[in-house]
């Protein structure tokens, strides 16, 4: 059993090049990856992973034996994806970022059925955590001056996601993602007791 957080895996030059060969078919769609409608279309995108990496995200599916994954080696050209945009909704639909966007839906369906709610950015699936002017302080993918305290993601609704999909097109200051698991925390039977409890 492996306890460490997280599980990683490192692509290769070859598996790297494969990727990108098969983006260049998901590329001639008419559809990005932030449209809902691309995953009806395109619901078997993993079978275009290198066979390595489709059995790790298998297993990892399967069996949870960690946390968290993180895939190395996913280039991203600084130059090419351009200044970071003043608001997500100017984040161009099919733009600089759309092979990016591409592997991530490739990696979802490999995991699951990629969904969004309507209320997000739109409704775009793949979506865009930046800084925003004005939200430096706030609790959001947005705030840039404090940090993000720990919480369940979509938390808000009982249909939330198994799986939360991440990628870091540029960290020029290093700032780290902190994931904690609920499986490190030790608590009391009362307090389990308590927490699985209708609140009142």
Sequence with gaps: ??????????????????????????????????????????????????????TFLEQFRRTEPAAALVIHGFPVDDEAVGPTPAHWEDVPVQGAVLDQELFLAMVGTALGDPFTFSTLQLGRVTQNLLPIRGDELRQSGHGSECLLEFHTEDGFHPGRCDYLLLFGMRNHDRVPTIVSSVRDVKISDETADLLRSPAS
């Design 1 to 54: 059993m492996y306890h460490g957080i997280p599980l990683e895996y490192g692509l290769s030059v070859g598996e790297t090049e494969q990727i990108q060969e098969a983006l260049a078919r998901f590329r001639e769609g008419a559809l990005s990856p932030a449209h809902p409608a691309f995953y009806d279309e395109h619901w078997d995108a993993a079978l275009h992973l290198p066979a390595g990496l489709r």
